[in-house]
């Protein structure tokens, strides 16, 4: 069975889809530098499945913390838990 060169890469549109998000929205993530990693190859761009995943499990947030704009603040009710 041939394996192909690809295999294990999502498509811009294809992962955007997934996420429930705009084509676009994965391209500002990218300029912000907060979206998953991405391949270019050429103007195509190409998203690994498991960089994904990893990511996706990154930007798991702790129970007991809350995020204010762009801060990070401890939940003061769940201190001495």
Do not use: F, H
């Not at 912000?32 to 991405?38: D, F, I, L, S, Y």
């Amino acid at each position: 069975m041939a394996t192909e060169v690809l295999d294990g890469y999502l498509e811009k549109s294809v992962l955007a889809a997934q996420l429930g998000r705009s084509p676009r929205t994965l391209d500002r993530w990218y300029v912000r530098r907060v979206g998953p990693p991405r391949v270019a190859l050429g103007r195509r761009i190409l998203y690994r499945v498991d960089s994904v995943r990893a990511w996706l499990q990154a930007c798991e947030q702790q129970q007991g913390r809350k995020r204010i704009g762009r801060r990070r603040v401890e939940n003061p009710a769940l201190e001495g838990k």
